[in-house]
């Protein structure tokens, strides 16, 4: 019987296949390992040069700064010691303009009441030029308001000198006091000096350099979009690159080091040398690009590449060509495979002298024939075991579930009160908590909560929290101490999510004060009887759990008759439509504002709904919460 040529390659193809993939998987481990061990030898060099070229910046610039804050020191020393006339004083400050070639501009002001005026020194072609201020306006510019403060010299960012030269400067400024007058002396840098030090500096094959100040903006770089409207803190957000903002940190925290970015961004793949000025905080940067960088090595691995590619393809012609002589034993063993598969295990593997690996893959399948029934056993173990486990996850949830206060007119037996509050959780178990409880005869507390992740861990930290609020309450007044106390707790508790983000309030029911705390949390909503919303968005501290000695802060409002008190997790906010759109404190006012009365229960299921309904088919899903309370009356 002739056999298709069809089947004769199918076989001969997939044994081809099998040998390739193992043989690319082989030589990607080779390769990855030799491209490891030779980068480092090649880029220690270029490296280096980037470090050379980053010092050399450093200390351009430095020498620059360091020049002008001894030129300041001089010049505090002279109108402190000396009595100085105003001829006298302009001839000083004119020397020392026009004789040093750093100094852009001088501005001399009084902080004086009674002496509102400054006075700008700056040059001109023709000589020197003087600009009077007689407002009050430089009173709360940085270079003034911030030295006068502090008592001792600043240097600014950059900020434009309207009452100057119009330029864009920075300044460095300290404090003198003579015949009675306080005052602030400061002098400026044009940052083009800077920039120029920076943008036309002969960097390597491939790189390029930058200037960030002491927040993070970029001052100077090769890119004129971005200086002075950029940060890398804000490229990171706009590019969604950690790694942006993980390097800004380090920069304006004066650290020195490399730093390696990986991506395909405004920035993409990189490495990055950078050290901070000695003298403001500043830091500079030198990045050259990572193909730049592995240039030879590059081609190294080109050579290795089709050198592979070569010994494959004579490998692949002798294993077709011995394929072509296991086709009939292997086409059997398939048959008799497909067999089994469709379940008839009795099914007799042929023997076959075709090779001793034909042979050793016709015992394999016996084995194999031999092993399903128990295979199959075990499978049903395993299915059996993972059902288990998840009616344990379910009852979780139920546990957790119980956990927050039941819905009821008056919460607690309190007639001043009503609230209302839902929680669904994204999954059989949630990271969102709420709850409301009596501290005293006249305390009513309540908070909501959401923990940085999901699942077991996640409820296991919120579980925790709603067991331990209530029973810490009766020995606090202020609601930042109590979050203080169990700050302090989750930090000192070593669980895997500990991060929380919470807003609790005390109201007291006699006075109609609420006291609240809102530690990273969502915005608090009051709704008035007449309709008007009022959103408190201040945070009093960063999430829990992350910083054991947290200064957490706290806020007062007094509440009127028919207050509602609307409180979420930022699964109502954060909800997403099918397009992609979150829901968003828009969306939420929306909702409010839309009600035609107050009541706690139509408030809430208002909120859910509508953000069900936005959500609808949407892939993401999150723990939803909200809780409402309404003041009805003062307690007698």
């Known amino acids: 019987m002739i056999k298709s040529s069809r089947e004769d390659k199918t076989l001969a193809y997939q044994l081809i296949t099998y040998v390739f993939v193992l043989t690319l998987v082989a030589f990607i481990v080779v390769t990855t390992l030799t491209q490891i061990l030779f980068s480092g030898r090649i880029s220690k060099s270029q490296l280096e040069n980037m470090k050379h070229l ?57 902080s004086h009441a009674d002496h509102l005026s400054a006075r700008v020194f700056f040059k001109e072609e023709d000589g020197l030029r003087v600009n009077v201020i007689r407002d009050a306006n430089y009173f709360y510019e940085d270079w003034f308001q911030i030295p006068l403060m502090l008592n001792k010299p600043y240097w600014t960012e950059p900020w434009v000198d309207s009452s100057g030269s119009g330029e864009l400067i920075i300044s460095y400024s300290a404090p003198y006091q003579t015949e009675g007058v306080r005052g602030i002396v400061s002098i400026d840098v044009n940052l083009k000096e800077l920039q120029r030090l920076i943008i036309d500096s002969e960097c390597l094959q491939g790189g390029n350099s930058f200037l960030v100040s002491a927040n993070g903006t970029i001052v100077a770089h090769n890119d004129m979009s971005l200086i002075m409207n950029q940060s890398l803190f804000s490229l990171a957000d706009e590019y969604n690159e950690p790694k942006l903002r993980e390097l800004g ?10 730093f390696r970015i990986r991506g395909s961004n405004i920035v993409n793949s990189r490495h990055i040398y950078y050290q901070a000025l000695e003298t403001n905080g500043w830091s500079v940067g030198i990045s050259m690009k990572n193909d730049v960088l592995y240039k030879d090595m590059r081609i190294v691995l080109l050579t290795n590449t089709f050198s592979a590619i070569l010994l494959f393809l004579i490998v692949a012609l002798i294993i077709y060509s011995r394929a072509h002589a296991l086709t009939k034993p292997l086409r059997e063993l398939s048959e008799a495979a497909l067999r089994i598969g469709g379940g008839e295990f009795d099914t007799r593997i042929p023997d076959s002298v075709a090779g001793l690996e034909v042979a050793t893959l016709s015992q394999s399948f016996r084995f194999m024939q031999e092993s399903l029934l128990d295979y199959i056993q075990s499978l049903d173990i395993t299915t059996y075991e993972k059902e288990k486990m998840r009616g344990d996850v379910i009852y979780a949830g139920e546990i957790q579930s119980k956990l927050i206060p039941d819905n009821t007119d008056h919460p607690i037996g309190i007639k001043e009160l009503r609230a209302y509050g839902i929680l669904e959780p994204a999954g059989d178990v949630g990271g969102d908590l709420y709850d409301y409880f009596m501290i005293d005869e006249d305390r009513f507390c309540f908070v909501i909560a959401d923990v940085v992740g999901t699942g077991i861990g996640a409820a296991m930290t919120m579980t925790m929290a709603s067991t331990l609020l209530p029973s810490l309450a009766p020995f606090y007044t202020k609601s930042n101490e109590l979050l203080r106390e169990l700050n302090s707790f989750l930090c000192k508790t070593d669980i895997e999510a500990n991060f929380i983000t919470a807003l609790l309030g005390i109201i007291d029911l006699k006075t109609g004060i609420l006291q609240y705390t809102n530690a990273g949390h969502m915005p608090l909503y009051i709704r008035k009887l007449d309709g008007v919303l009022e959103k408190y968005s201040e945070t ?90 309404d003041y009805k009356h003062p307690r007698a």
Do not use: Q, W
């Open 54 to 110: 980053a010092h050399e910046r450093i200390y351009l610039i430095d020498g620059i700064l360091s020049h002008v804050e001894n030129s300041l020191e001089m010049m505090c020393f002279s109108l402190s010691a000396l009595d100085l006339d105003n001829e006298e004083l302009e001839g000083l400050i004119s020397v020392a303009i026009k004789k040093d070639k750093h100094i852009h501009s001088i501005a001399l002001a009084e």
């Open 249 to 258: 940190h380090k920069m304006i925290s004066g650290e020195t080091g490399f």
């Open 540 to 629: 009093h501290s960063t999430a829990l759990g992350i910083f054991e000695d947290l200064n957490i802060g706290s806020e007062e409002i007094r509440l009127n008759v028919g207050d509602e008190i609307i409180i979420f997790t930022d699964g109502v906010t954060e909800a997403m439509s099918k397009e992609d759109e979150f829901f968003g404190l828009g969306g939420l006012e929306e909702v409010l504002s839309a009600l035609l009365y107050s009541n706690p229960e139509n408030t809430a299921r208002a909120i859910v709904s509508r953000v069900h309904d936005f959500a609808v088919d949407s892939k993401y899903k999150d723990d939803i919460t909200v809780l409402v309370i």
